[in-house]
């Protein structure tokens, strides 16, 4: 998928039975120097986000998860897992990163700076 | 604007207290407040704050910021001119000017008084000494919570409302605290003798000890307060003392001024003085021979005098009945007008219920009621107020009045008054003069929906407080909704409270975290980051070996078993029973850190050594390599029981009573791994000298040569609590028994993240010594469930996850295995 930045690649993250339900694991690679996050909830969705609340850059990926969102470890931001957007009156938002499942794995959509 | 150009009159207020500012707010609403230009003096560097609770500052269920009623922002948004911490030194009437201590001079065209009251200083030697203070100010609580932190004892001086609040709060802030009253009995002007002694019973069970008909003679000491001499030979020790015996109206500018004054600035009923340009309000003023030390009635001369001010000449100030109440938690205290029959053709007529706590009086004169005394129970206060100030025939229902209004007009059962049936014109606030028609109006007229928009348009509870309660049932009441008050609810997902979650869950037997969000509706199906640990503990505590823990429900330190730092690094804590610990403990540790790089060891408080910034993947081998040796986890991150801290006790220490090493160790066995509603620290001190620091502690073991004694309920941190103390026992058995019967009545009543000492401030000692030492079958019950639900806890987490377990939690995607 051609962008302004780079190109985004589909890197492989292994099956979605190894994140827990209502849980997250961090990738051991991370996107512009930040750790990503990938997450499944209660119903077997997924999500990807940059691993920093907006607010104090605490792990995501440590929160308790509920519903679509996250809360931060820290302070108890509320992140929603879908937008990256900090629920009200918090006013912030981390980055999403595309995930797809594929044959019951799923890929993390990453974006290569251009040399 | 250019004062010279200015066209309005000049108003000049001395005094930025309640009074005055009440006077100022009431005159901005009125046309005739345009008039004025407006300058307050304040003798405090503060802004404008409610004095009336400053005892609650001081017991530390407010912040200073909390008790702020007009910010600067306010002064400025209405354009007045805000000059603090200068005090008004001399009025020239002839030239027309106020002068203050720092030089400013103004011309005024009005001046309004409010100078408010000094403390009452009667001359006792050794008053002003370091260590001795009134209670009037910020600066003078700011006094007492300095010498809470760095002093042990305190001494108030008066039992009226003002000394036995601020002996309250001093002894939240863990002081030991004395109270001398020159009388027989507390609060002798509002309560009779019976409602005087109840009081003084129940504060004396809160570890408030009295010395009354005490005549102070001498406050001792040379560099600073030592102690308080009473005349007849009594001493009672104290590095603070705090003079409370009453206030007088701070008259002396008037004097100097030679307005007319007598006890207080003499005002007439428009709340002039005997200059017509210069009105007076507040404490400092007499008005028909009475001066004034509540709110309420100084709220209504605030509105005269704006009236008045704004050009208005009808508004006249007449006294009514007056209440009094108590600002100290879980005493309720009411009274107004006669405190006891005065003549034969008075009656009174008494209901008392030494057992609960319960005392009714009230006092009749020719069919109507002349005076209300109520002690524990005082939610027919207002009512009563409201029959007394309407002069109300109740020769109807005499033979019920004192049972409360709900029995006296027969109306329908329920736990509170029903706010439905009062007339409009029933007075709710007594402090601002509120009734519930007016309430009823602002909720409608301006759409209100909270309570702190219910006091910021109408200022009902937004004094002392007390009727909070029934303006939120009006509120409830006025939108169609629930009339009961509830409880606070455990989080936005659902209305209800954590009792009623609680007994739920045991009545309905309710045993997964879906079924207790089914059983109460609640909003979100998956509940949220407050309840889901809070449902999960419930669960657990319920029922052990059955309800299976749910690892996504806990906080990440729960979660993994080590405490999350600031940069995303762990710190392992292992446990070592009793803070004893061996050279090859140490030595696995010292060999653990140096292979895993672990940058900072360090002793804990709590007798054991934490390794800080082991790096999240390696804590499995961390703890693999720490079992080897004999090291478990020290559930240093857990709500749960995390340390047991001893002195060496008899085995070595001189002083020593009994083995207060092994106890400590015998009670970490029994009680480590348990979870419980928030941390739970332990200490046992082999003799009184209390090295192990036994009474700051939620459970706290100190050894006598008669045994033990328990205390229980206390903690460090911010909120500093001394224990209650709860028993004193003769045997080891005992000790383990009394205590892991606390610990069990604490699992099951305790709100989730309530701490030992906030939940016994709460329910009170009296109630855990029912149950926990005098009701022995329940005693034994409780400490057999506790050591029941330990049988599945007791396996270390630690072990566990160095063999595999929960492996995802310490490694990254993509495994190995995937990549």
Redesign the interface.
């Known amino acids: 998928m051609p962008d302004e930045r780079g190109d985004m690649v589909w890197k492989?993250?292994?099956?979605l039975a190894?994140?827990?339900?209502?849980?997250a694991?961090?990738?051991?690679f991370g996107m512009g120097g930040k750790p990503i996050a990938?997450f499944r909830t209660?119903e077997d969705k997924f999500f990807a986000l940059v691993d920093e609340c907006p607010h104090k850059k605490g792990?995501l990926s440590?929160?308790?998860?509920?519903?679509n969102s996250v809360?931060c470890?820290?302070h108890?931001w509320?992140i929603g897992l879908d937008t990256g957007a900090a629920q009200e009156p918090d006013v912030g938002s981390t980055q999403t990163i595309p995930l797809k499942l594929e044959n019951g794995e799923l890929y993390v959509g990453l974006v290569m700076e251009r040399a | 604007m250019n004062m010279m150009t200015d066209p309005r009159e000049h108003l000049v207020v001395i005094g930025n207290g309640m009074a005055g500012m009440r006077t100022v707010e009431e005159l901005l609403k009125l046309p005739g407040g345009k008039r004025y230009r407006i300058t307050v003096f304040g003798a405090e560097p503060h802004v404008n704050y409610n004095r009336i609770m400053l005892s609650s500052v001081l017991a530390g269920d407010k912040e200073i910021d909390e008790i702020v009623i007009n910010s600067r922002e306010w002064y400025a948004e209405n354009d007045i001119t805000l000059i603090t911490g200068d005090a008004v030194k001399k009025i020239d009437r002839d030239q027309r000017m106020v002068i203050s201590a720092a030089g400013v001079t103004v011309h005024y065209d009005k001046i309004l008084i409010a100078t408010g009251s000094r403390p009452l200083a009667p001359p006792i030697p050794g008053l002003g000494l370091p260590g001795t203070c009134a209670f009037r100010d910020i600066a003078d609580v700011d006094k007492m919570l300095a010498a809470a932190k760095t002093h042990k004892r305190a001494v108030v001086i008066g039992g009226g409302l003002l000394g036995l609040e601020a002996a309250w709060g001093l002894k939240q802030r863990g002081m030991s605290v004395a109270l001398v009253h020159l009388m027989p009995t507390l609060m002798e002007r509002q309560l009779d003798a019976a409602a005087g002694q109840m009081l003084q019973r129940d504060l004396d069970r809160r570890g408030i000890a009295f010395f009354t008909d005490g005549q102070t003679e001498e406050i001792t000491g040379t560099e600073r307060a030592e102690g308080v001499q009473l005349a007849d030979g009594r001493f009672i020790p104290a590095d603070l003392v705090v003079l409370a015996i009453g206030i007088r109206p701070n008259i002396d500018l008037a004097r100097a001024a030679e307005l007319e004054v007598n006890r207080g600035i003499v005002v007439t009923d428009d709340m002039r003085t005997s200059d017509s340009d210069i009105f007076a309000v507040g404490e400092c003023v007499e008005h028909r021979g009475a001066v004034f030390g509540l709110v309420a009635p100084i709220w209504d001369q605030a509105k005269v005098c704006a009236s008045r001010l704004a050009g208005l000449d009808h508004a006249l100030f007449t006294s009514k009945a007056l209440a009094t109440s108590l600002k100290i938690t879980g005493v309720d205290v009411f009274s107004a007008g006669a405190l006891m029959a005065e003549s034969e053709n008075d009656d009174e007529i008494t209901l008392r219920d030494d057992n609960r706590g319960l005392y009714k009086k009230v006092v009749l004169r020719d069919g109507k009621l002349v005076g209300a005394v109520l002690y524990g129970d005082v939610v027919d206060g207002q009512w009563y107020l409201g029959l007394m100030r309407d002069k109300t025939d109740i020769s109807e229902m005499r033979d019920r009045l004192v049972f409360g209004r709900a029995f006296a007009e027969n109306l329908p059962a329920g736990k509170g008054p029903d706010v439905a049936a009062m007339s409009d014109d029933t007075q709710i606030c007594g402090c601002n003069g509120v009734s519930k028609g007016s309430i009823v109006c602002a909720i409608k007229d301006k759409g209100l929906a909270s309570l702190s928009q219910v006091r910021a348009h109408t200022k009902a509870s937004a004094s002392c407080g007390q009727c909070t309660g029934l303006v939120e049932a009006i509120l409830a009441d006025t939108l169609g909704g629930a009339v009961e008050r509830k409880a606070p609810s455990i989080c936005d997902c659902t209305d209800v409270g954590h009792d009623e979650v609680r007994k739920a869950i045991l009545v309905q037997s309710l045993k997964t975290m879906g079924a207790v969000r089914a059983a109460f509706g609640w909003k979100k199906p998956e509940g949220c980051h407050k309840c889901r640990p809070a449902l999960n503990y419930y669960l657990l505590c319920a029922w052990p070996g059955e309800y299976i823990d749910d690892s996504r429900s806990r906080f990440i330190n729960e979660r993994v078993h080590a405490n999350i730092q600031k940069d995303g690094t762990y710190s392992v804590v292992p446990r070592m029973w009793g803070g004893v610990t061996t050279p090859s403990e140490l030595r696995a540790i010292a060999e653990v850190a140096e292979k895993f790089n672990i940058p900072t060891v360090k002793v804990t408080g709590g007798q054991r050594i934490d390794l800080l910034g082991v790096k999240k993947e390696d804590l499995p081998a961390v703890w693999g390599d720490l079992n080897k040796a004999g090291l478990v986890s020290g559930h240093a991150y857990a709500k749960g029981l995390r340390t047991v801290k001893t002195c060496v006790g008899s085995e070595w220490c001189r002083f020593g009573t009994q083995d207060s090493t092994g106890l400590g160790i015998k009670l970490e066995k029994m009680m480590w791994g348990s979870w419980t509603p928030h941390k739970v620290k332990l200490a046992v001190s082999g003799c009184p000298r209390n090295c192990a620091e036994a009474t700051i502690k939620d459970i706290g073991i100190v050894c006598v040569e008669a045994g033990y004694d328990i205390v229980v309920g206390g903690n460090g941190g911010v909120d500093v609590r001394v224990t209650d103390p709860l028993a004193r026992v003769a045997t080891e058995d005992d000790v383990l028994e009394y205590s892991g019967a606390f610990m069990q009545i604490y699992r099951e009543e305790a709100h989730y993240l309530e701490r030992t000492a906030p939940w016994v401030a709460r329910v009170g000692i009296d109630y855990v010594k029912k149950h926990v030492v005098e009701d022995a079958e329940n005693r034994r019950r409780l400490h057999a469930r506790f050591l029941y639900s330990q049988k599945f806890v007791q396996d270390d987490p630690w072990a566990e996850r160095a063999a595999g377990m929960d492996r995802h939690e310490f490694t990254k995607l993509p495994e190995l295995a995937d990549a």
Do not use: D, Q
């Open positions: 492989k993250i292994g099956p190894n994140i827990p339900v209502r849980g694991r961090r990738l051991c990938v209660g792990p440590e929160g308790i998860v509920s519903g809360t470890p820290l108890n509320v």
